[in-house]
């Protein structure tokens, strides 16, 4: 079965870059979408389409690919981004969908 | 604003049924695929299944293959998700998501004896 491989934390101190990678096979040809999880909350998306942001997204939420990478790169990461991340993508054929297996970032 | 509010979630024992319902609001339901997603307990998201915009074509994740069951009803405006042969893995918050852009509260599964 298709997977999607991320790192299982990152740790950033307030204002710097936090980068979060997405690793899978199929990322070349199928779009990345990333969502953002505090906790006892549900999801919400913070990108679309490898790159869009969503109306209300602050624009400190970046998207982007290279190959079979997707990042999700957060530009001054505050306090309040301290969440866990998941990717979201589907195989070749767009029968098989999968979340990668989350990253938690920390910002302190 | 757009709404999606689950229920049906509950205790059941192993190998019973579930239905799961999303009722969906403030938006034209029939314009969007649907997905149910879950989440076990201190655990990652799982996608479960998707269904495009007038039902015609379904998808599952291999762990609930040939149990779970996604339909829709676009004159109710209403998501379902029924679930056959339950195991105790498949304890956890069950999601909809509406083309996985918004996202409901959720609703608990817990199967255990």
């Known amino acids: 079965s298709y997977e999607l491989t991320q790192p299982p934390s990152v740790s950033v101190s307030p204002g710097q870059t936090a980068r979060i990678t997405c690793s899978g096979d199929?990322?070349?040809?199928?779009?990345a979408y990333w969502y953002q999880q505090k906790s006892g909350q549900a999801p919400v998306l913070v990108i679309y389409?490898?790159?869009k942001r969503p109306s209300g997204i602050p624009e400190r939420f970046s998207g982007s690919g290279s190959g079979t990478v997707a990042t999700l790169t957060i530009s001054g990461a505050q306090v309040e981004d301290e969440a866990d991340y998941y990717c979201?993508?589907?195989?070749?054929?767009?029968?098989?969908?999968?979340f990668g297996g989350g990253t938690k970032l920390t910002v302190l | 604003e757009e709404q999606l509010v689950e229920s049906g979630g509950g205790l059941v024992q192993p190998g019973g049924s579930l239905r799961l319902s999303c009722a969906a609001s403030?938006?034209?339901?029939?314009?969007?695929?649907m997905s149910w997603v879950r989440q076990a307990p201190g655990k990652g998201l799982e996608w479960v299944a998707n269904?495009?915009?007038?039902?015609?074509?379904?998808s599952y994740a291999d762990p609930v293959q040939g149990r779970f069951t996604i339909s829709r009803d676009n004159a109710k405006n209403f998501l379902y998700l029924q679930m056959d042969s339950l195991r105790a893995e498949d304890t956890a918050v069950y999601y909809c998501?509406?083309?996985?852009?918004?996202w409901g509260q959720g609703t608990l599964v817990t199967v255990s004896s």
């Open positions: 998501a509406s083309s996985l852009s918004d």
């Open positions: 403030g938006f034209i339901f029939s314009n969007y695929w």
């Open positions: 269904i495009n915009q007038d039902g015609s074509e379904k």
């Open positions: 199929a990322l070349p040809k199928k779009y």
């Open positions: 389409e490898d790159n």
């Open positions: 979201y993508s589907t195989d070749t054929s767009g029968d098989q969908a999968v």
